[in-house]
């Protein structure tokens, strides 16, 4: 295949053109790699090489000026914006960048198209001044400051501008509009230069001025890349500016236009995918490569242009790992490297100047994994001790003396010390941190040259940062500083290097100028990417925009086209991917593009819809056999004691009481932010018991419980001390919860008072009492115990009764059965009856009781019921139960809680999963 480069050169070497004299200028440097290397294929002696320049180089040539950064502009316009503002009426830096980019984008576009800047700028304001016309008078504030500022656009332009001249730089608008006006005298003390300029497409105003008076003096030959498919067709986006060139530019009158080429309707073998997710065309890119190697295992002439360039890491990461000659021509963007969240954490944390720090935030910071290493010491890490310390302690917010308490490791004081809202101070703390982490990185400096690098280029920003703030000392605060930093960010990359010349090149689609590849691999082209759709970041509305000849969204649109096209021109194999996933943030449908290359019909293109392989979900309940080491875990378990609330644990699901009491797994250890239920229960239920413990064995009386209430806010604190560590209980869900607690205990109290002066006689016989047991199950022929914890038992009018505190709402149709067999398959309803018969049956096998007794639950959510006694109804239309528990009534339960044991343990039976 021959380059549109190779063309070129060779009808210039055909000419007898003498090339060390010629000066090459193309639209990207990256062009210039390779119009050298078509070169040395060329001619065939030696000869110094031509100076090849990209139109941006030749520009700053010709204006002699210097482009500086958008961020450098930033600072030097702020200046300009001070210097022309009352003091009253300045805004900060970090307000006043929000508009000032748009600002800026619009002066470069204005003066890259030449257009004369009093005229829009007197236009624009007068169009405000017509939007905010009223026949009041008097205007607002608002209004008057909003059409003051529309008048006030061309003074900051005269200074801004007039100030970076002086500087001898600019931005990229004003060094065009220089060089467009130093055009006519370059072209009288260079008359014998000759200029090559090839693959443009869309120019701007100035660089049509500087070319056409170089092709009107014959000091250039330019050299256009179109093919006749495109320039023929009148609405063909491909060809926009290119005929708008050949019809308007005098020139070509004259002279002949180069070149119209015929190489789009060559056959092609085209492929288009249909891919869901940009992950799926990363994995698709892998598969391609992976089927064209067959036939060109070098993969020479191959390109994967990526119309999303985020796409690069999933793109390399697919790459098959054999390939050896592999070059990218664009860098990976500095914020999607790990140390730029660090930094992210970091400013975010200090931003508002705080000494106090949110938990997560702090964790997040010490697991970072460029920090981490840092707390490493011989036996553990002090990071891990930490974050674990907090999570036990449940410390919401520390400030760096609470963390100094568990490690005194300096790098804490780097990380946490107040940044006292200062920019230069910010900046200083982010120097420590990248020197604590370069010292860390380089004692093992072989194998983290990459993160090392890393932080090579995070150094260099803050290096710029630093300067800039030096220089311009427009920062006066860490939001203004974050808003900086995410600039230079967004701008910055890490640069990968390479050999341009051999094997598969990833680039982005800007890249691809100019050069040409036999095989195409081109992904995201949907709407939104390619093209990237209406975008109006522009003070300059869109009528104006028109009137005065600037590019609109239709211009931007026409750009990609040619892009895209002028990939396909020359190329044989080209396979195009697109997202089916439609997505609003990173496009939708799949692009016009593809919808206009199947409506020319052209060439014959083969659709096809990348399905993933997705596995079958296997839906069927898990099975878990009992091995012999599960069954000596069942002994061991079995011998300790099964619990109420373990035999009910199975019953609910066997599976989850096989992961917690076989294998151990508990549920992730956290910082209770908001008091959860079960430290609530437990705050409750000591509280009661510390409240009851001084009367046991007594009959309780009515100033018994009201020398209770003035304890309650006292134990209630002191409990929730214990319980919830150093978490903070006085504001917040917190305090409603606090308050609930108190409720709950107030209101029981109260119910109790009520029972009392009802007549009724209340003798507390046990609190908390612990109770274990051995049970005989012949079947089994192993140990077994039964331990459990009741929470009171108390004398009612003479009877026994057991009673199970619940902070949760329990209703009276849950402690009543028919069918003994429900009371262990039946978790819903029956587990807390089943709780309750369990602590009966123990306490009776530690010491028999004297029948009949009652079992009950008291809920705290439910305290109208008074306490919920278990009782057995003779049929489903029973009215009444009975509630007294008698020997009878242990013994049905002891043959299902044995049939239950059974189970368990029984090695033929494995734990199946139920359906929660």
Same mark, same amino acid.
């Not at 609330?645 to 076989?662: C, E, H, I, V």
């Not at 123990?842 to 028999?848: E, L, T």
């Given at each position: 295949m021959k380059s549109f480069i190779f063309d070129v050169l060779h009808s210039l070497h055909n000419k007898g053109a003498d090339f060390s004299n010629l000066t090459f200028i193309l639209p990207s440097k990256r062009a210039g790699v390779f119009l050298r290397q078509e070169l040395s294929t060329i001619v065939e002696k030696a000869l110094f090489s031509p100076e090849i320049l990209s139109i941006e180089e030749f520009i700053e040539d010709l204006a002699e000026l210097k482009t500086i950064s958008n961020t450098e502009l930033l600072f030097e316009f702020y200046n300009s914006y001070l210097e022309l503002t009352p003091k009253e009426d300045r805004e900060t830096f970090e307000s006043f960048s929000k508009w000032a980019q748009i600002l800026l984008q619009d002066f470069n576009e204005i003066d890259r198209y030449l257009i004369p800047q009093n005229q829009i700028f007197d236009y624009l304001s007068a169009i405000k001044k017509l939007d905010h016309w009223s026949l009041d008078p008097e205007k607002t504030e608002f209004v008057s400051n909003y059409l003051k500022f529309w008048d006030k656009l061309k003074v900051y332009y005269k200074h801004f501008s007039n100030a970076l001249l002086a500087k001898h730089s600019g931005y990229q608008g004003l060094v065009y509009r220089e060089a467009a006006n130093k055009i006519e005298s370059y072209c009288k003390t260079n008359p014998n230069k000759p200029h090559i300029f090839l693959g443009f497409n869309a120019l701007n105003t100035a660089e049509e001025t500087i070319i056409q008076n170089l092709l009107t003096e014959n000091m250039a030959e330019i050299f256009w890349d179109i093919d006749s498919t495109f320039l023929e067709n009148p609405i063909h986006d491909a060809a926009l500016f290119t005929r708008k060139h050949k019809n308007e530019w005098p020139y070509f009158k004259t002279n002949p236009f180069q070149w119209i080429t015929e190489n789009y309707k060559k056959e092609k073998n085209i492929t288009l995918y249909g891919v869901p997710k940009n992950i799926g065309q990363a994995k698709t890119v892998g598969s391609i490569l992976n089927t064209i190697r067959t036939n060109n295992p070098s993969l020479k002439s191959t390109a994967v242009v990526l119309g999303d360039e985020n796409l690069l890491i999933p793109v390399l990461n697919s790459i098959p790992k054999d390939i050896e000659a592999l070059n990218i021509t664009m860098g990976f963007p500095l914020q999607s490297i790990p140390l730029a969240s660090l930094f992210e954490l970091l400013f975010t944390i200090h931003k508002k100047g705080q000494s106090t720090f949110y938990y997560k935030d702090v964790i997040s910071v010490l697991s970072h994994q460029f920090i981490k290493p840092l707390f490493e010491t011989e036996d553990n890490n002090e990071a891990s001790i930490i974050s674990d310390a907090i999570k036990t302690n449940n410390l919401v917010y520390l400030t760096l003396n609470d963390l100094k308490t568990y490690s005194e490791n300096p790098v804490l004081t780097t990380l946490f010390s107040n940044w006292k809202n200062n920019s230069q101070l910010a900046i200083s703390n982010c120097f420590a941190i990248i020197t604590v982490i370069k010292e860390q990185l380089s004692k093992n400096k072989s194998n983290n040259l990459l993160p090392l690098e890393y932080v090579f280029r995070f150094n260099s920003l803050f290096n710029e940062l630093y300067r800039l703030n030096e220089s311009y000392n427009h920062i006066k605060d860490i939001s203004a500083l974050f808003s900086i930093y995410n600039e230079l960010l967004s701008s910055e990359t890490l640069d990968f290097q390479g050999e341009p010349l051999q094997g598969l090149q990833v680039m982005g689609m800007l890249e691809s100028r100019v050069l040409d590849f036999e095989t195409v691999i081109l992904t995201s082209v949907n709407e939104g990417i390619l093209p990237s759709g209406k975008s109006n970041n522009s003070f300059i509305p869109f009528d104006v925009k028109i009137e005065n000849n600037l590019p609109t969204y239709k211009e931007k649109d026409a750009v990609y086209t040619y892009h895209f096209y002028r990939l396909l021109q020359r190329a044989k194999n080209i396979y195009i991917l697109y997202n089916t996933q439609a997505d609003a943030l990173t496009g939708g449908e799949k692009s016009r593009f593809i919808n206009q290359l199947q409506l020319e019909n052209i060439h014959t293109i083969n659709h096809q819809i990348v399905v993933p392989q997705v596995p079958t979900l296997d839906l069927s309940l898990k099975e878990i056999l009992k091995t012999d080491s599960a069954i000596l875990?069942?002994?061991?378990?079995?011998?300790?004691?099964?619990?109420?609330?373990?035999?009910?644990?199975? &019953?609910?699901?066997?599976?989850?009481?096989?992961?917690? #009491?076989?294998?151990?797994? #508990?549920?992730?250890?956290? =910082?209770? *932010?908001?008091?959860?239920?079960?430290?609530?229960?437990? =705050?409750?239920?000591?509280?009661? *018991?510390?409240?009851? @413990?001084?009367?046991?064995?007594?009959l309780l009386t009515v100033e018994h419980i009201k020398e209770m209430k003035s304890k309650i806010e006292d134990l209630i604190t002191h409990f929730f001390t214990l319980q919830y560590k150093e978490g903070d209980i006085t504001k917040g869900k917190n305090l409603i919860i606090f308050e609930i607690a108190k409720r709950y205990v107030l209101n029981f109290l109260n119910l109790e008072i009520k029972d009392l002066k009802q007549g009724n006689s209340i003798k507390i016989i046990a609190l908390e009492q612990k109770s274990e047991i051995p049970i005989h199950i012949p079947e089994l022929g192993f140990k077994i115990a039964l331990r459990g914890t009741v929470d009171r038992v108390d004398e009612y009018n003479g009877i026994t009764r057991i009673i199970d505190y619940k902070t949760g709402k329990v209703n009276p149709n849950e402690v009543t059965i028919q069918d003994w067999v429900?009371?262990?398959?039946?978790?819903?309803?029956?587990?807390?009856?089943?709780?309750?018969?369990?602590?009966?049956? &123990? &306490?009776?096998?530690?010491?028999?009781?004297?029948?009949?007794?009652?079992?009950?639950?008291?809920?705290? #959510?439910?305290?109208?019921?008074?306490?919920?006694?278990?009782?057995? #109804?003779?049929?489903?239309?029973?009215? @009444?139960?009975?509630?007294?528990?008698?020997?009878?009534?242990?013994?049905?339960?002891e043959k299902e809680l044995k049939k239950l044991i059974i189970e368990i343990c029984n090695p033929a039976i494995p734990f199946i999963e139920k359906e929660v």
């Open positions: 875990k069942l002994k061991d378990l079995a011998a300790y004691g099964f619990s109420p609330s373990s035999l009910t644990s199975y &019953m609910r699901n066997p599976l989850d009481f096989y992961y917690q #009491k076989l294998l151990g797994i #508990k549920d992730l250890e956290d =910082v209770e *932010e908001t008091v959860a239920a079960n430290t609530l229960g437990t =705050v409750v239920h000591d509280t009661l *018991e510390a409240l009851y @413990t001084p009367y046991k064995n007594q429900d009371i262990t398959t039946d978790y819903k309803k029956f587990s807390k009856s089943f709780q309750i018969l369990t602590y009966a049956y &123990m &306490m009776h096998a530690q010491k028999p009781l004297e029948f009949p007794v009652e079992a009950g639950i008291i809920s705290f #959510k439910n305290l109208s019921a008074g306490v919920m006694q278990f009782g057995v #109804k003779a049929s489903s239309y029973a009215r @009444t139960k009975d509630t007294k528990i008698t020997q009878n009534t242990l013994d049905e339960f």
